[in-house]
């Protein structure tokens, strides 16, 4: 039986929200089964970052953790930025009792992302039915966030507002078609349509590396039903947008996300202000191209997430030269249907008085999170 306990003096909330911070999101969505063991590196940044949702809740809200000391030790050095959480665990306690005392003021459950796996949790724990989406709602969000559904719904009809735009991908269910595909000259990249962090991601840019990825390429195809093929971009900058899809359907924009990644998997946000982070966009492209692209997104979003998503989303882009060597806008590289690091950074407080800050998440023998200034450049 699973065992939940409160660790706070005082919980005196009316209304709260329990948060809970499950990087293995987007493999559980891959695996679509309501129990599954995530890999060692997504438990481990799991128990060891569990603490990341009082970075943006409120105070009076909760947070379940792996480990209740840990997670208190971590929050002391990030006291300026963090609410006054209560800290719940799945691991340790003998009574669920302060909890099922306050079940009437928790107002809604906001995990990283919704999928089978955390409703499962929740449903053992004892939470109300009311507070987890049902089953058909589970499956819409898997199925939006399977990348063949922004490929082609979403990138279309972003590329074409601007002629500045390009990118294109392919979603191919038919492994002697992926063969013949990128057996001819270019170069390409696979990619699973669910996976995480740099994951499942193969790059063709050599004869050789097609010889090396049959056999992962067609284990994709069979256990997700396809694969998705890309022209590989000669890629200038990373970067993302951050929206917000709320209950009446409307999706309102959130913030510029500029992040940094190493071999694939994020790293670090830049913390700044909107105006600071477009001047840094404006080197590469035109701050009207921007504008165009997220309210495009935001029109085409509304249309199609009302009654099947809800919370936050980042659509990830980036800047590339074409075959002229002209800079030119992927975008949309990627949708993440749930929260992002770039919704993480943008919790921050930012102003014209307070410096530039870089917001690090690295591995040594354990994963760390630092918060720093650094130099305007």
Not at 15 to 43: G, S, Y
Not at 298 to 324: F, H, W
């Amino acid at each position: 039986m699973l065992i939940l306990i409160i660790f706070a003096a005082e919980i005196n909330a009316e209304q709260m929200k329990l948060h809970i911070f499950n990087p293995e999101h987007d493999i559980a969505l891959a695996t679509n089964v309501k129990r599954f063991t995530a890999p060692h590196a997504a438990r481990q940044l799991r128990s060891e970052m569990g603490f990341l949702p009082a970075l943006w809740a409120s105070d009076g809200d909760m947070v379940m953790v792996d480990d209740i000391k840990a997670a208190e030790h971590r929050l002391n050095r990030l006291k300026r930025y963090a609410a006054n959480v209560s800290l719940v665990s799945l691991n340790n306690a003998p009574s669920l009792q302060l909890l099922q005392h306050h079940l009437d003021e928790i107002e809604s459950v906001e995990p990283w992302g919704w999928d089978s796996g955390v409703a499962e949790i929740l449903q053992k724990v004892g939470l109300p039915q009311k507070l987890i989406p049902h089953t058909k709602h589970l499956e819409d969000i898997r199925q939006l966030s399977n990348r063949c559904w922004a490929a082609s719904n979403l990138l279309p009809e972003v590329r074409r507002a601007d002629d500045l735009m390009m990118g294109e991908s392919w979603y191919i269910k038919d492994f002697n078609e992926l063969s013949l595909k990128v057996s001819g000259s270019g170069c390409y990249v696979m990619k699973a349509p669910w996976s995480s962090s740099g994951r499942g991601i193969r790059y063709l840019t050599h004869p050789d590396h097609w010889l090396r990825n049959q056999t992962w390429a067609r284990n994709i195809i069979e256990r997700q039903g396809g694969i998705m093929l890309e022209p590989y971009y000669n890629k200038v900058k990373d970067f993302g947008m951050e929206f917000l899809a709320h209950a009446d359907g409307s999706v309102t924009y959130e913030g510029l996300s500029l992040f940094q990644t190493i071999n694939g998997a994020y790293s670090g946000s830049i913390i700044d202000t909107e105006a600071e982070k477009q001047m840094i966009l404006e080197r590469y492209v035109p701050t009207q191209l921007l504008q165009t692209t997220r309210n495009t997104i935001c029109e085409v979003l509304s249309r199609n997430l009302k009654n099947r998503y809800q919370g936050p989303l980042g659509v990830d882009m980036m800047i590339v030269t074409d075959a002229d060597n002209q800079l030119r806008l992927h975008p949309c590289v990627e949708l993440n249907l749930r929260r992002t690091m770039g919704h993480v950074a943008l919790s921050f407080d930012v102003g014209e008085t307070i410096p530039r800050r870089l917001m690090r998440i690295f591995y040594t023998d354990k994963y760390h999170f630092r918060v720093s200034m650094v130099k305007k450049t």
